[in-house]
């Protein structure tokens, strides 16, 4: 068996014993004569598989019972418009910072049900930071506040939870959720899709506040209806089974490296690395203001765009796949989530220095 040290930004690597685990379930989950995608969603075992996840979920970030853990489908897309279509209640604006291609997603998706107001952008340095709070223009009257956690093309993260009073914050935090801790509470919703740092694609996360819940717009679809959802345990019809499953494994893996204190130690070093590799070269650019730099996904430009493929060539060869930047902005992206050991960002930076040693 050979694996690669996998840079993907999402569909994304899993941890190896979590795939081993699975592997080893699959053609009989512990004697039912069955794979776990076999399973009825309301069988025994499968009820158990559920309510495990969401347990350790909680566990892992310290998720009080004033706020719903839900197991949905549709991917952060499909947040875009559960958002406001859950959360506007009576109001008739959302606010929403721009900090890149995902911000501008969910702008465009709200703008459907709601006047969604840019109250701060970084469009104007191409998205290099997080506009400085200070500058936020809030309206007391908007429903909440949306923000992205961490823009995974862009590389852009908040490293703290912004005030915004009273008005609740929710924050897209597909690509770093379980990458680090996180006071929940501070958050209005937060939402995820699985298949960067959870699990497979297919398994979207929300936890919401208990009372935010229950105020859907008339005509939202039931499956997308967070409190239909919540008093349905997330089979309100048949949810992501065997992502939900392959997640739950993921949480156990995590619990069992210490959680997610653990997780941010390892995850320091291996943006440092990347990090500093880039601030040391003249060969190599990082477009990100230090305070603001993703620790999950490394954007980052050869002074040569021509050598550009070359250097993806040659690190497949070495096993250092995916490096490939999003098709909107180019160069190359590593994406270092909680399943990427530092063993493998090491033998990025090593094979970065060679190359800029030959120049490609
Ligand atoms: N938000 C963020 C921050 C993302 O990284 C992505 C996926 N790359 C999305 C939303 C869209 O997620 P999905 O494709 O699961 O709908």
Same mark, same amino acid.
């Given at each position: 068996m050979k694996r690669a040290f996998n840079f993907s930004a999402g569909p994304a690597a899993l941890p190896l014993e979590v795939l081993e685990e699975a592997a080893a379930e699959l053609f009989d989950y512990r004697g039912t004569g069955m794979s776990v995608m076999e399973m009825s969603h309301r069988s025994d075992e499968f009820v158990e598989i559920a309510q495990r996840a969401e347990a350790d979920l909680r566990e892992l970030l310290d998720v009080s019972d004033d706020y719903a853990v839900l197991f949905l489908q549709g991917g952060a897309t499909a947040q875009f418009a559960a958002v406001p279509l859950n959360l506007l209640g009576d109001k008739s604006a959302a606010d929403h910072v721009n900090t890149g291609a995902w911000a501008k997603k969910a702008i465009s998706e709200a703008k459907h049900y709601c006047r969604a107001n840019v109250v701060a952008s970084s469009e104007a340095t191409k998205f290099d930071r =997080?506009?400085? &709070?200070? #500058?936020w223009k809030l309206d007391p009257n908007a429903a909440y506040v949306h923000i992205i956690g961490n823009e995974t093309i862009g590389g852009v993260e908040y490293h703290d939870v912004p005030d915004v009073g009273n008005v609740p914050l929710v924050s897209d935090m597909s690509s770093t959720l379980l990458s680090r801790p996180v006071d929940v509470s501070r958050f209005g919703a937060i939402y995820a899709g699985a298949q960067k740092n959870i699990g497979p694609?297919?398994?979207?996360?929300? =936890?919401? &506040? #208990?009372?935010?819940?229950? &105020?859907a717009m008339a005509g939202t679809p039931s499956v997308f209806d967070y409190k239909i959802q919540a008093d349905n345990d997330s089979m309100y019809n048949t949810p992501p089974t065997y992502a939900i499953y392959i997640a739950g494994l993921v949480l156990k893996w995590l619990k069992a490296k210490g959680g997610l204190a653990a997780m941010e130690k390892v995850n320091l070093a291996k943006a440092k690395l990347l990090y500093d590799l880039l601030d040391s070269s003249g060969f190599y650019r990082s477009p990100v203001t230090r305070d603001d730099r993703s620790r999950m996904n490394v954007p980052f430009?050869?002074?040569d765009s021509g050598r550009d493929e070359a250097f993806l060539k040659q690190a497949a060869q070495h096993g250092l796949t995916q490096l490939k930047g999003h098709r909107s902005v180019g160069g190359m992206r590593a994406s270092i989530?909680?399943?990427m050991p530092l063993a493998g960002v090491q033998a990025l930076v090593e094979f970065m220095r060679d190359f800029e040693r030959r120049q490609g």
């Open positions: =997080i506009p400085p &709070r200070a #500058e694609a297919g398994l979207t996360i929300v =936890i919401v &506040r #208990e009372d935010l819940m229950g &105020r430009t050869l002074n989530y909680n399943a």
